[in-house]
């Protein structure tokens, strides 16, 4: 947030791998199962893709396709079934609940639909809770730079009952970035806003990745918010079917449209 790169810096990965631009994230043949026997529902069939450093990209697929069960995968919120999920190198399968907690606090952040907030907090001590979490006390002016990168400058002091949902969200955004985390996994960011609110937050997304280089992974329903990534992702029944690469221009019409007419076929 403040021109310096990602804590989580990838840079040890990328001297081992020998290439420019690492995998940040790499999932390979991952494979998760809900239930078994008759009741199980495989969510994911066998997915193996890559999450370059300082890369966007949005992950579409039609309702059930398993896109919110990738993302869990992908952050190690959730164990697969058979295959592996590395990050920063380092494979979470091999981690116990407590270091993989550690190098989810260290490595990664999130933003979700619905804000999560704490509602007892004002914005900046929402901001600063990552920080505090980490056993770190934050720098006040750390705090109002971050709270001021996303335009709330003026709300520090307001709670989120007293914000307006994409001001929330900014402030979750802020609090997803203020640890410089590698990577940032958003499960519709956006689903909850308005038009306007949905392009400044995807606008401060793409800021972290291009601006940052920070890696931003995230699930949507909206063609129109996937056109503001590098890449687009389609699952269809738990498989990677199709991959779209943007034009490089946030927003742009005619990717949009392109996205949403892969969409309408998955979805016909
Ligand atoms: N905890 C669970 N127990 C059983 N089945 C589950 C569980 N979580 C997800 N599933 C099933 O796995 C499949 C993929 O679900 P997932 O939530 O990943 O899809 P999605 O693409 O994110 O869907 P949506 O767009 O509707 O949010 C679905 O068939 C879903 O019903």
Do not use: W
Request: neutral net charge.
């Amino acid at each position: 947030m403040c021109g310096r790169p990602p804590a989580g810096s990838l840079d040890g990965m990328t001297m081992t791998t020998g290439t420019r631009r690492a995998e940040a994230v790499l999932l390979r043949e991952v494979r998760r199962t809900y239930g078994t026997g008759d009741a199980a529902v495989t969510a994911l069939a066998g997915v193996s893709v890559g999450f370059r450093s300082g890369s966007f990209t949005a992950v579409m697929g039609p309702s059930g396709s398993g896109k919110s069960t990738l993302l869990h995968c992908a952050a190690g919120l959730d164990r697969p079934t058979a295959g592996t999920v590395t990050i920063g190198g380092t494979d979470l399968g091999g981690l116990s609940e407590h270091r993989l907690t550690t190098l989810r606090r260290d490595l990664v952040g999130f933003v979700f639909q619905e804000f999560n907030l704490v509602s007892a907090l004002t914005a900046a001590q929402n901001v600063a809770l990552p920080l505090r979490l980490a056993g770190r006390r934050p720098d006040p002016a750390d705090v109002a730079a971050a709270v001021a990168s996303v335009g709330l400058a003026q709300r520090g002091a307001h709670r989120p009952s007293e914000l307006s949902g994409g001001q929330q969200q900014r402030v979750a955004i802020a609090r997803a970035l203020v640890t410089r985390p590698a990577v940032v996994f958003a499960d519709e960011p956006t689903g909850a806003l308005d038009l306007r609110s949905s392009r400044h937050v995807l606008g401060l997304l793409r800021a972290a990745v291009h601006e940052q280089g920070q890696t931003v992974v995230m699930v949507t329903h909206d063609p129109l918010a996937a056109a503001y990534a590098d890449r687009v992702l389609f699952l269809a029944d738990g498989h990677l079917v199709d991959e779209l690469t943007g034009p490089g221009t946030p927003g742009d019409a005619g990717f949009a449209a392109e996205v949403a007419a892969r969409m309408a076929r998955l979805e016909a």
